[in-house]
């Protein structure tokens, strides 16, 4: 091998195989050294090629590119530009707290010059804001005292936990104070608001009174228009709860029949009820509602007032004061006539209906049912010239004082019976009805009116005995006590001590249902009498006498 080729060898060699060298670092800068010993890279140089035989037995290194920084417009200047009066890019480093800890080993020395502050600034581009006019004002809400050690604003403050970047404080002077408030007096003539502000104010208001007067308007007449001017009305049916035959019903149609009586001796007065029985204006009652007014020498006035409220005088026709009834007559010619119906077609478990003027009220309604037929009542007179004893229809209809002479009307408003007498526990005004009140039948009471109304008076049958009613546990009875010289029973053989036990059909249990018996017939009937003589049955036939 020549020595030209030996030569190129080692160039081959040299250029093609590279011996292993240890990885290069860059030593680290002393603490004591400046950050800005190294080159500044903001500034171009050219490339500097490294000789591979320089004989330091290195590998050969390429100079830093020359940088190319192209000029700059003075629009983007202006915009990206520092603020007037900054110089550096950067905050000043304030000194670190002594408690920091230390994060790690100083930076290497190539990006401490590269990324470190330049010497040459002095400038700070954290600063409060100026605005540009005032340079020395801030915001203090903004930029307190502390900001300048906030490593949130330090960009070269290691990483560490801090506290936070806003503060209470700071929170808190974002909250604007209320201001004061103006009274109407300061508004209008204080100055404090402006003129024209109270006149767009005043145009306003008006302009909502304006638009809320046509919206009330426009209400009301398209609610008019909803209505007729002459509405057609639709047929009224009559109500399912007023149907023919109820309680309303008859009211209506008896009470105009019903008057109510107003009976005046000097200084003291009575009322009582009536009811109409004939167009001549007949009126049937009891005979203890008129009784006081029929002596001649009493001076009493009577007067009738009618359903609709008018009054008129009222005069005696004829009184029985044996069966407690009395007819007056009215001069009425429109009166309105009551329907007499039949007592005999009653039962026990009917509805019944009482009407009259209890305590003066005039008018007044009540119901019930027939609670017995033929109970045998003696009735008190009251101060009155009445010994009556009536084969009544007892009722639980309310009757009160004042009811007396009223009608008791069945359930198709006929009347059936004239309310009498009332049973009560107490005595006077106090007693009032307890569900046990008393009306004479109308068969018997028809017959008596007509009588009264033909004549004047009545003449009953008379069988001419006293009697008690007597008892022997197992039979009842009506005991006589005494016999009238010339009478009925005389004539046919009773005698004191007979026990009479049945009057023609009926049985006869008191001395009260023995009268009631007797006076059902006519006078001049013969009937036959049963009765127990010293323990045995008799019948004997009498022939009853007028009283």
Request: charged letters at 20%; aromatic letters at 2%.
């Amino acid at each position: 091998m020549t020595e030209r080729e030996d030569s190129a060898g080692d160039d081959e060699q040299a250029t093609t195989e590279f011996p292993a060298s240890p990885p290069v670092s860059t030593p680290a800068a002393p603490e004591s050294a400046p950050q800005d010993a190294g080159p500044d890279l903001r500034k171009p140089e050219p490339a500097v090629p490294v000789d591979v035989e320089a004989g330091n037995g290195e590998p050969p290194r390429l100079g830093p590119r020359p940088l190319d920084r192209p000029a700059v417009d003075a629009g983007s200047a202006q915009i990206f530009g520092r603020p007037i009066g900054v110089q550096a890019g950067f905050a000043d480093v304030p000194a670190a707290p002594a408690q920091r800890p230390s994060l790690g080993a100083p930076p290497p020395a190539a990006l401490a010059s590269a990324f470190g502050r330049p010497v040459t600034e002095a400038g700070s581009l954290q600063r409060p804001p100026t605005n540009g006019s005032h340079p020395d004002r801030g915001d203090a809400s903004f930029w307190d005292a502390e900001a300048e050690a906030d490593p949130w604003r330090n960009p070269e403050s290691p990483a560490a936990l801090g506290p936070p970047a806003a503060t209470p404080e700071a929170e808190e002077a974002h909250v604007r104070p209320s201001g004061a408030r103006l009274s109407l007096r300061e508004v209008l003539f204080g100055g404090r608001v402006e003129p024209r502000a109270l006149v767009v104010l005043a145009v306003v208001a008006l302009l909502i009174g304006a638009v809320g007067g046509l919206v009330g308007r426009l209400t009301t007449e398209g609610a008019a228009s909803l209505t007729s001017a002459n509405p057609s009305l639709t047929e009224v049916t009559e109500g399912k709860e007023r149907p023919p035959g109820s309680v309303s019903d008859i009211a209506s149609r008896t009470v105009p029949a019903v008057v109510s009586i107003e009976i005046k001796v000097g200084d003291e007065g009575g009322t009582g009820s009536g009811i109409v029985i004939d167009p001549a204006g007949y009126v049937l009652t009891n005979n203890h509602v008129v009784s006081p007014a029929a002596a001649p020498s009493s001076n009493a006035t009577i007067e009738a007032i009618f359903a609709d409220g008018s009054r008129g005088p009222a005069v005696i026709v004829g009184r029985d004061p044996k069966t407690d009834l009395a007819v007056v007559k009215i001069n009425r010619p429109d009166a309105v006539v009551a329907t007499i119906g039949s007592s005999k077609s009653l039962a026990v478990g009917d509805a019944v209906i009482a009407i009259g003027s209890p305590l003066g009220l005039v008018g007044t309604v009540t119901t019930g049912i027939v609670s017995a037929l033929d109970r045998p009542v003696r009735l008190d007179g009251g101060g009155t010239d009445t010994n009556a004893v009536i084969d009544a229809i007892q009722t639980d209809a309310a009757i009160n004082p004042g009811n007396s002479g009223g009608p008791l009307v069945d359930s198709t408003g006929a009347v059936v019976g004239i309310n009498t007498a009332i049973r009560s526990i107490g005595q006077g005004e106090g007693g009032g009805s307890i569900g046990l009140g008393f009306a004479i039948p109308i068969d018997d009471a028809r017959s008596i009116a007509e009588e009264l109304i033909r004549s004047g008076s009545v003449k009953h049958a008379e069988i001419g005995i006293n009697a008690r009613s007597v008892t022997d546990g197992s039979a009842d009875g009506a005991q006589v006590q005494n016999v009238q010289q010339g009478g009925a029973a005389a004539a046919a053989g009773i005698v004191e001590g007979d026990v009479i036990v049945k009057v023609g059909e009926r049985p006869i249990a008191g001395a009260d249902e023995l009268v009631v018996a007797v006076r059902e017939r006519n006078p001049g009937d013969s009937v036959p009498v049963e009765l127990i003589r010293q323990g045995r049955p008799l019948t004997v036939s009498v022939v009853l006498t007028s009283d």
